[in-house]
């Protein structure tokens, strides 16, 4: 059984170009979120979604950011026109219910983003 | 918002000596959950706690939940080398999904 896989493992980016974020969730799991993590920092929730919608979207900047969910295929993260503070490593974690619900979250092994 | 709070930021300790990381949220929480990060890796979850004044063993680690269900700790006896990593807990209050997650406490472990 797959874990959450996500897609690149590193990615470099120029200031003002785009960024796409790709995870897959662990078979059976309906829910996704992402996460951002700056250098020993800890992890800042950006997104919540189910499939083909957004569910809680507070954490993420309204600017640049999106994220979507659709019915097939994988979650993105995407990052317009990046700009040096956007490099951290992104973290998606999926789970079969709501986290609060008592569901573990698995996360995936992240992508490290670079702003050059 | 729900704030997490988690001292200490590090812990450096001798290998064989025990390691205590607190968690304080500002708002009572209806779950507490603990991750554990390898240096470079991703967080894997540990345990989850639910009830008030519970108490969780796994080997060597102890994990408790707070009588007001605010704060908890985790308790490592004896540390070993591979217990190195960040140890973060993240708490659920109030809405039915999100976990907010403390910033960890870092374990460095001298052999």
């Known amino acids: 059984n797959a874990g959450v896989m996500q897609n690149p493992r590193h990615l470099v980016r120029r200031r003002g170009q785009e960024a796409r974020l790709r995870c897959s969730p662990m078979k059976g799991h309906s829910h996704v979120y992402w996460y951002r993590q700056l250098p020993e920092e800890g992890l800042k929730f950006m997104v919540y979604l189910q499939k083909e919608n957004i569910i809680d979207e507070s954490g993420m900047p309204k600017e640049r950011f999106s994220a979507e969910f659709p019915k097939e295929g994988p979650s993105i993260l995407r990052i317009q026109q990046v700009v040096r503070g956007d490099s951290a490593a992104y973290f998606c974690a999926s789970s079969p219910a709501g986290a609060g619900f008592g569901y573990e979250q698995y996360f995936g092994p992240g992508t490290r983003l670079t702003v050059t | 918002g729900q704030q997490v709070m988690q001292i200490p930021q590090y812990q450096h300790v001798q290998e064989g000596e025990d390691f205590t990381t607190y968690c304080n949220s500002s708002?009572?929480?209806?779950?507490i959950q603990w991750y554990k990060q390898r240096p470079g890796g991703h967080p894997v979850f540990l345990i989850q706690l639910v009830k008030s004044g519970e108490v969780k063993k796994q080997k060597r680690l102890t994990f408790q939940f707070g009588e007001a269900k605010k704060n908890s700790s985790l308790h490592i006896t004896a540390t070993q080398t591979t217990d190195v990593g960040t140890y973060f807990c993240?708490?659920?209050?109030?809405?039915?999904?999100?976990?907010?997650f403390g910033k960890g406490t870092l374990l460095t472990v001298n052999p």
């Open positions: 993240a708490g659920s209050g109030g809405s039915n999904y999100k976990l907010t």
């Open positions: 708002t009572t929480l209806s779950n």
